[in-house]
């Protein structure tokens, strides 16, 4: 059993768990993510390893409350234990010393840039993160990050820190300020990948995106999570979740993405309404 050895509250629905999977830790790269069930018969949740220690034998996974499933897994407590959790899962980031990188996440997609510009520093590169939210309390590993990167900057759409905007808006400050970069990460809700990306690609920037459509079985089998790259149907949980952003449909993943919206919405509220009976 996969036991919950720490939990802290990073932001408003949003916790770090830390969780005993001593082989998983030993086993991951940058990129990879695992999938596990709060409950046995609960849905399978895709989850980015956030960060790991070979030595002590634990994974970090970040989960934002969103459906049933993370609000179910949202109220696991430190001591309880994950029964299902399989991985590492997907391909690792490609790595490599491309000179000057930029890392773009927004809201939870911090989380998975969290190793990737770890590796990025580690192979020599130098490191532009650009980290954006709604608000100051929803940026969450900002100092994590920071231990790993040249320069961060933030944006929040209230203000409360950074610049007042977008990241899409901090690039295109970093653009018209002359700044170029050999290489792009960009992570977070897929119209915002969508958007960044576009910018990065028009400025020449060869781009990386991280995809996060609906995964059930994370072997390639059920073909719930795919999406064409290049005009080839692609599966994200083995042939991604990274893939370079400029072969995308954007169209036909977004459409996939949002297929699933209502019964989202109303599991929540079923499952919201259980745990509020209880």
């Not at 070979?54 to 949202?74: F, K, N, P, S």
């Not at 001591?79 to 996440?105: K, S």
């Not at 700044?179 to 992570?187: C, G, P, S």
Request: proline share 5%.
């Amino acid at each position: 059993m996969n036991r919950i050895l720490r939990k802290d509250e990073l932001a408003p629905d949003i916790f770090r768990m830390r969780l005993s999977a001593p082989l998983i830790a030993a086993g991951r790269r940058p990129g990879q993510f695992v999938i596990l069930r709060a409950t046995r018969d609960g849905e399978r949740i895709p989850l980015t390893i956030a960060d790991a220690s070979v030595e002590e034998g634990w994974i970090d996974v970040i989960v934002q409350v969103a459906g049933a499933g993370t609000m179910r897994l949202a109220c696991l407590r430190q001591g309880d234990a994950v029964p299902d959790l399989v991985g590492p899962l997907g391909q690792p980031t490609r790595l490599g010393r491309y000179g000057r990188c930029l890392g773009v996440a927004g809201g939870v997609g911090i989380a998975p840039l969290y190793p990737i510009a770890q590796a990025l520093k580690a192979a020599g590169n130098h490191v532009t993160i650009i980290l954006g939210a709604r608000s100051r309390d929803r940026l969450i590993l900002r100092p994590e990050i920071g231990a790993w990167a040249d320069e961060v900057l933030t944006a929040t759409e209230d203000g409360s820190a950074g610049r007042k905007g977008l990241v899409s808006d901090v690039f295109l400050d970093l653009a018209r300020q002359g700044r170029a970069f050999d290489r792009a990460v960009v992570i977070g809700p897929a119209p915002m990948m969508r958007a960044v990306s576009e910018l990065t690609i028009r400025q020449g920037i060869p781009t990386i995106v991280s995809l996060n459509p609906i995964m059930i079985d994370g072997t390639g089998l059920c073909g719930g999570c795919r999406v064409e790259v290049d005009g080839q149907m692609k599966f994200a949980c083995v042939d991604g979740p990274e893939f370079e952003a400029e072969g995308i449909d954007w169209e036909s993943f977004l459409r996939r993405l949002h297929s699933y919206r209502d019964f989202e919405r109303r599991t929540r509220e079923m499952e919201s309404c259980r745990l509020t009976s209880v």
